[in-house]
């Protein structure tokens, strides 16, 4: 702790210690909060180094051991060979294809639908505030629960609403789930994150000048030229973030695959195949060298993707 004595003036004789005064300087209380703020983190920081990293390291243990849940007798050391297992069975790079195709699917519409419904909802109109909460619901329904209403009560073939609207117009019904199921989990996925890409990009759009939009008009330029050359450029960083941040909870989605396809057709992504070498063919090492080698992938993709995110961010700033 940095401190400065200051004597008095005339110092009496006796008691020296009781006529001096001590004056902290703003360094040395600046040094004590920032050392008694790191002291009030460290029990959150032990608790997240906990529950995040030690059931990784178990992983990484498990990944190495030869362990079927049928034959719990015959566990012991097998080396590297579930991870021999995942790279040359051909299923890992199949499903590392469906996640990225999945994911840049969803994220493309729900980008596209977001950007168009934030324009709508920017404009004042009556019962505004209604149709903003309507549009937000689907992005707060559970996951599971959202995949059930589409599965069984939207898309299934005799009974589902879209087949009866299709039929009005004399097209057979089709089994979406079954037939073409590719399809069916980029349009529930969309549905379920547009509302999320609407929120970023209609903050952008309420952040811009109204003094550029005024500007513009007086310029001459109309509706259209003013969006392409005016809006888009302000919306850039805010589609940008919502891409970024939309991806990262995309690539992770389980709940309407597992419910609606069970990974067939093509829907066989990461997060799909990993739950199904563990808990239907019970092999918990070769499902543990699957995740190792997801979560090494997911964190390089993550490293640059939160790279672009703070560049992004900074250049906000300038």
Same mark, same amino acid.
């Given at each position: 702790m940095?401190?400065?004595?200051?004597?008095?003036?005339?110092?009496?004789s006796?008691?020296?210690?009781?006529?001096?005064?001590?004056?902290?300087t703003?360094?040395?209380t600046?040094?004590?909060?920032?050392?008694?703020?790191r002291?009030?983190?460290?029990?959150?920081?032990?608790?997240?180094?906990?529950l995040?990293?030690?059931?990784?390291? #178990?992983t990484?243990?498990?990944?190495?051991?030869s362990?079927?849940?049928?034959k719990?007798?015959?566990?012991?050391?097998?080396?590297?060979a579930?991870?021999?297992?995942?790279? !040359?069975?051909?299923?890992?790079?199949?499903?590392?294809?469906?996640?990225?195709?999945i994911?840049? *699917?969803?994220?493309?519409? !729900?980008?596209?639908?977001?950007?168009?419904?934030?324009?709508?909802?920017?404009?004042?109109?009556?019962?505004?505030?209604l149709?903003?909460?309507?549009?937000?619901?689907?992005?707060?329904?559970?996951? *599971?629960?959202?995949?059930?209403?589409?599965?069984?009560?939207?898309?299934e073939? !005799?009974?589902?609403?879209?087949?009866? #609207?299709?039929?009005?117009?004399?097209?057979p019904?089709?089994?979406?789930?079954t037939?073409?199921?590719?399809?069916?989990?980029i349009?529930?996925?969309?549905?379920?994150?547009?509302?999320?890409?609407?929120?970023?990009?209609? *903050?952008?759009?309420?952040s811009q000048?109204?003094?550029?939009l005024?500007? !513009? *008009?007086?310029d001459?330029?109309?509706p259209?030229?003013? #969006?392409?050359?005016?809006t888009?450029?302000?919306?850039?960083?805010y589609?940008?973030?919502?891409?970024?941040?939309?991806?990262?909870?995309?690539?992770?989605v389980?709940?309407?695959?597992?419910?609606?396809?069970?990974g067939?057709?093509?829907?066989?992504?990461?997060?799909?195949?990993?739950?199904?070498?563990?808990?239907?063919?019970?092999?918990?090492?070769?499902?543990?060298a699957?995740?190792?080698v997801?979560?090494?992938?997911?964190?390089?993709?993550a490293?640059?993707?939160?790279?672009?995110?703070?560049?992004?961010?900074?250049?906000?700033?300038?």
């Amino acid at each position: 702790m940095t401190s400065l004595t200051i004597p008095l003036a005339d110092p009496p004789s006796e008691g020296p210690d009781d006529d001096k005064i001590v004056v902290k300087t703003p360094r040395a209380t600046s040094r004590r909060g920032i050392g008694l703020a790191r002291a009030l983190l460290w029990p959150a920081l032990t608790v997240s180094i906990v529950l995040t990293q030690l059931p990784f390291l #178990f992983t990484i243990y498990y990944s190495f051991q030869s362990w079927n849940l049928l034959k719990p007798t015959q566990q012991g050391f097998a080396g590297f060979a579930n991870y021999v297992t995942v790279f !040359s069975n051909g299923v890992f790079l199949s499903s590392l294809f469906n996640t990225a195709l999945i994911t840049a *699917a969803a994220v493309l519409l !729900s980008c596209f639908f977001g950007l168009v419904l934030a324009v709508l909802l920017d404009r004042p109109f009556r019962g505004r505030a209604l149709a903003r909460t309507l549009l937000i619901t689907p992005f707060l329904i559970m996951p *599971a629960a959202a995949a059930l209403i589409w599965k069984w009560s939207m898309l299934e073939a !005799s009974t589902g609403i879209v087949n009866w #609207f299709t039929g009005l117009a004399g097209i057979p019904p089709v089994a979406w789930n079954t037939d073409i199921p590719v399809v069916t989990v980029i349009m529930v996925l969309a549905w379920q994150y547009t509302p999320f890409f609407m929120l970023i990009i209609l *903050a952008g759009l309420q952040s811009q000048s109204k003094e550029v939009l005024e500007a !513009s *008009a007086v310029d001459g330029a109309g509706p259209f030229r003013t #969006f392409a050359f005016v809006t888009l450029p302000h919306l850039r960083q805010y589609i940008e973030i919502a891409v970024l941040l939309g991806s990262i909870q995309l690539v992770q989605v389980f709940d309407p695959i597992a419910i609606m396809t069970r990974g067939t057709g093509g829907t066989k992504t990461l997060a799909y195949l990993i739950y199904e070498r563990a808990f239907v063919g019970l092999e918990v090492g070769e499902a543990a060298a699957y995740g190792v080698v997801t979560v090494t992938i997911t964190l390089l993709i993550a490293s640059v993707a939160l790279r672009t995110l703070f560049k992004i961010f900074t250049e906000g700033t300038k």
